[in-house]
């Protein structure tokens, strides 16, 4: 039965990977998609970070042809697996969904993020490099963009504050999120997959915004810290 699940979480993320070629690209929300138009929200990465997704979709796809091929009845991978396919099932029509809706693409890519939290927690530390990383740096990369969705369709809707207050927000929360993960993974791929995010903030925003590029700085340097401290010698908490 385990086997199984390799073959499901290869399948996924092959309509994962495939997703971007059957839809609209997607490089924000436009304009009619929200009340108030959020035309390059502050909270928003330069765009040269979505690059990121390139390795993404490579290093996803090399470990689940791995996993296929050596790891189809490992238990540690099995554990990984059922969050993996919950959130690559939920990503596979993601695209489709944020061109049309931004409330629920940002539901749905905290699912993915959640998700993918919990597959980093559950992976084996023996397949660092064939499991663990691509999976860390996918659930790093949601980290930070599910609360850049959430700051720009919240400011979107007006509530609580303006698009610059929700990018303090969303950079306090993703750093804060960051922060738990780390300090229950140690894994460096994933705060250096946060950090590429928060770099990015700071170099769409530079000095023109040096509130927010100060938070995005400030933010790499809390985790930079922890990665620091416990990055490398931690192991994970038993889930």
């Known amino acids: 039965m385990k086997h ?3 073959y499901v979480t290869l399948a996924l993320t092959i309509s994962f990977v495939v997703s971007p070629a059957l839809t609209d690209p997607f490089s924000g929300f436009r304009a009619d998609q ?5 035309i390059d929200p502050p909270v928003q990465p330069a765009g040269y970070a979505f690059a990121i997704w390139g390795l993404i979709y490579a290093w996803l796809l090399v470990s689940a042809l791995f996993g296929v091929w ?3 009845d490992d238990a540690g991978w099995t554990a990984a697996r059922l969050p993996l396919i919950a959130s690559l099932a939920i990503g596979t029509p993601w695209l489709a969904v944020a061109n049309t809706s931004a409330i629920w693409a940002t539901v749905m890519i905290f699912a993915m993020a959640v998700t993918a939290i919990a597959a980093l927690m559950r992976s084996p530390a023996y397949d660092r490099w064939w ?3 691509p999976v860390a740096i996918y659930a790093g990369w949601l980290t930070a963009a599910s609360f850049v ?9 007006g509530l609580v504050t303006d698009a610059l207050g929700w990018a303090y927000l969303g950079i306090a929360l ?3 999120s960051a922060g738990y993960v780390l300090w ?3 894994s460096v791929a994933y705060g250096a997959t946060v950090i590429w995010a928060l770099i990015a903030v700071i ?3 530079g000095a023109e915004l040096i509130g927010v590029s100060s938070a995005a700085t400030a933010g790499i340097v809390v985790i930079s810290a922890l990665i620091a401290r416990n990055g490398i010698t931690a192991q994970p908490v038993p889930s």
């Open 34 to 38: 929200l009340p108030i138009p959020q």
């Open 174 to 176: 993703a750093a804060g």
């Open 131 to 133: 499991l663990r990383t």
């Open 149 to 157: 969705s959430l700051g720009s369709t919240a400011a979107g809707y």
């Open 4 to 6: 199984t699940f390799a």
């Open 184 to 186: 229950r993974t140690g």
């Open 70 to 72: 050596k790891r189809a």
């Open 203 to 205: 170099v769409a925003n």
